[in-house]
Nanobody, 111 residues
Framework: QVQPVESGGGLVQAGGSLRLSCAAPTTIFRFYTMGWYRQAPGKQRELVAAITHGGSTNYADSVKGRFTIFRDDAKNTVYLQMNSLNADDTAVYYC?????WGQGTLVTVSS
């Protein structure tokens, strides 16, 4: 495995929840801040949330209070818990660290 691998996307109704997972190579996970990004149709890719190996987090204003990023160091995995989803959250979600990107996982929120 040389890149992060995302999972957990899918179709959910507005107001629902999803949890995304990103399993990363040890060489990336242990040394870089892990970030979740998203790209909606016709829009630029944007940072959603990030977490340092010390556990410090930051979030886009649009997801504060609804999304939570956390990590499991034993599994080299970072998660994105997404609650109160709305149509504006529909996008391909990518995990990235150290300039390495995963393939993305599609989240579709139906209104």
């Amino acid at each position: 495995q040389v890149q992060p691998v995302e999972s957990g996307g899918g179709l959910v109704q507005a107001g629902g929840s999803l949890r995304l997972s990103c399993a990363a190579p040890t060489t990336i996970f242990r040394f870089y801040t892990m970030g979740w990004y998203r790209q909606a149709p016709g829009k630029q890719r944007e940072l959603v949330a990030a977490i340092t190996h010390g556990g410090s987090t930051n979030y886009a204003d649009s997801v504060k209070g609804r999304f939570t990023i956390f990590r499991d160091d034993a599994k080299n995995t970072v998660y994105l818990q997404m609650n109160s989803l709305n149509a504006d959250d529909t996008a391909v979600y990518y995990c990235s660290a150290g300039g390495v990107w995963g393939q993305g996982t599609l989240v579709t929120v139906s209104s």
